[in-house]
């Protein structure tokens, strides 16, 4: 019995992981945002990956407490994206500032280091 409420929240946590993920990069919104002097962040993300989620959700929070920040996301599988940002796994969280890439992290979901990388970007 242990094992099959063990089973059933595995496969109801993964379903919740999914279902907050989407893509909402667009070249369109990315480059206006850019050009808006805008820090940009930029995370990809797979289906099925709890560190994605975890990811995510600090970015989130991250987005309602700081000003001036547009957040995109995409799945790491469209690589068209994944090319166009030189991103070849989930997790990947990239900033930009001015038009330049200035932070890079793979697999990073510590708010502390999260905020801290936004911060600095600043």
């Given at each position: 019995?242990?094992?099959?409420?063990?089973?059933?929240?595995?496969?109801?946590?993964?379903?919740l992981n999914v279902a907050a993920k989407?893509?909402?990069?667009?070249?369109?919104?990315?480059?206006?945002?850019?050009?808006?002097?805008?820090?940009?962040v930029v995370s990809s993300w797979i289906?099925?990956?709890?560190?994605?989620?975890?990811?995510?959700?600090?970015?989130?929070?991250?987005?309602?407490?700081?000003?001036?920040?547009?957040?995109?996301?995409?799945?790491?599988?469209?690589?068209?994206?994944?090319?166009?940002?030189?991103?070849?796994?989930?997790?990947?969280?990239?900033?930009?500032?001015?038009?330049?890439?200035?932070?890079?992290?793979?697999?990073?979901?510590?708010?502390?280091?999260?905020?801290k990388a936004i911060k600095s970007s600043?």
């Amino acid at each position: 019995m242990k094992k099959i409420l063990i089973l059933i929240y595995c496969i109801f946590a993964f379903s919740l992981n999914v279902a907050a993920k989407e893509t909402t990069y667009n070249k369109v919104d990315f480059d206006k945002a850019l050009s808006e002097g805008k820090l940009v962040v930029v995370s990809s993300w797979i289906k099925y990956c709890t560190s994605c989620a975890s990811q995510m959700k600090v970015l989130n929070k991250a987005i309602n407490e700081f000003d001036n920040i547009k957040y995109f996301a995409f799945d790491v599988t469209n690589k068209e994206i994944a090319n166009l940002f030189n991103v070849k796994y989930q997790t990947t969280l990239l900033i930009f500032k001015d038009g330049n890439e200035v932070y890079r992290s793979i697999g990073e979901t510590s708010k502390d280091l999260i905020y801290k990388a936004i911060k600095s970007s600043i």
